[in-house]
């Protein structure tokens, strides 16, 4: 289900641009507008879910579809020999601030194993 208000709904309706990297029939990768890496790409599933856990516990095969498009997306983007860190910030606590369930793809350059910043 579309919500008409939400960026990343329009953005898969075409309504607002984005720097499409990759589209399947249930997911869409981009990139970021405010890229904090090298490589910093956002995967979605085309339907509204507000985060991670409710697109698990509505779809756990499109969920699945989500990891598929992250994969393929560090693949094309030269990534998977090097590493690369996926990230769902969940809740506005941790900085969650489109409620559109997201996969930050990030990579190119090193990072430490600090998840707290
Ligand atoms: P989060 O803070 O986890 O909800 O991530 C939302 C991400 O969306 C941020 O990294 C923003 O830079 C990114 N973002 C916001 N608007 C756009 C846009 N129009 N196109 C691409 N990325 C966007």
Redo the contacts with the bound molecule.
């Keep these: 289900m579309t919500q008409p208000d939400c960026?990343?709904c329009r953005?898969v309706a075409g309504e607002?641009?984005?720097?499409v990297v990759r589209e399947t029939e249930t997911t869409l990768a981009?990139?970021?507008?405010?890229?904090?890496a090298p490589v910093?790409v956002?995967v979605i599933p085309k339907e509204h879910y507000a985060d991670v856990v409710a697109l698990g516990a509505a779809d756990p095969a499109l969920a699945g579809q989500v990891l598929n498009t992250v994969a393929d997306v560090a693949a094309a983007e030269g990534l998977d020999g090097t590493g690369f860190r996926v990230?769902?910030?969940t809740g506005a606590s941790v900085?969650?601030?489109?409620?559109h369930a997201?996969a930050?793809v990030l990579g190119g350059v090193e990072m430490d194993g600090d998840l707290t910043g």
């Design positions: 960026l990343f953005i607002i641009p984005a720097t981009f990139r970021d507008i405010a890229p904090k910093h956002l990230i769902f910030n900085g969650q601030t489109v409620f997201h930050h």
